[in-house]
Structures are given as C-alpha cells and as structure tokens.
C-alpha cells in the first residue's frame, strides 16, 4: 500500500514538474535525444565492425586446403559410419 500511495505521489509531482517546467524540460530533450543517437549510432558501428571481423576471422579459419591427411580421416570416419549403419541393421 505504501508503494502504491509514493507511486501517485511521484507520478502527481512529475506531472506538475513538467507543467511548471516544461522548457526546461524540452530543452534537456533536445540535448539528450542526438547525445542518444550518438551513442546509439557509435555502438552500432562498433559491433558491426568487431561482427565483421570475426567472419573474416572464421573465412580464414576455413579456407584452409585439403591435404592427404584430411581425406584419408574422412575416408576413415565414413567406413566407420558405414560400419555402426551395418551394426544398427543387425
């Protein structure tokens, strides 16, 4: 009941403030809005930024060639699944 009676009367008191002071309070709306789009725009820039370095990151990571190595490990890992197809059927 106590945060319901200081709600009405905050909610009352703004009201009245932004009656009494209301260029004021355009005033400061004017300031914080660009300050906010600012903010808002640099944020923006920056994670784009640091999410498009990190797929040029993962391109680098994956453009490797494909060496011998690789294809007989591939080779290996299809017999094997070949293998445990064969099991499950039996």
């Known amino acids: ?3 319901l009676i200081g709600g009405a009367a905050a909610a009352v008191l703004g009201i009245i403030g932004l009656v009494l002071w209301w260029k004021e309070f355009l005033m400061l ?3 914080a809005v660009p300050f906010a789009l600012l903010s808002g725009g640099a944020l923006a820039i920056y994670l784009g930024f640091d999410e498009l370095k ?3 990151k ?3 990571d994956f ?3 494909v060496t011998n190595d690789s294809k007989e490990e591939v ?3 299809k017999k094997e699944v070949e293998d445990l197809k064969a099991e499950k059927k039996e």
């Open 75 to 77: 080779e290996k890992l």
């Open 54 to 56: 990190d797929s040029w």
């Open 58 to 60: 993962s391109k680098e």
């Open 29 to 31: 709306l004017a300031g």
């Open 63 to 65: 453009g490797g060639t």
């Open 1 to 3: 009941m106590k945060t």
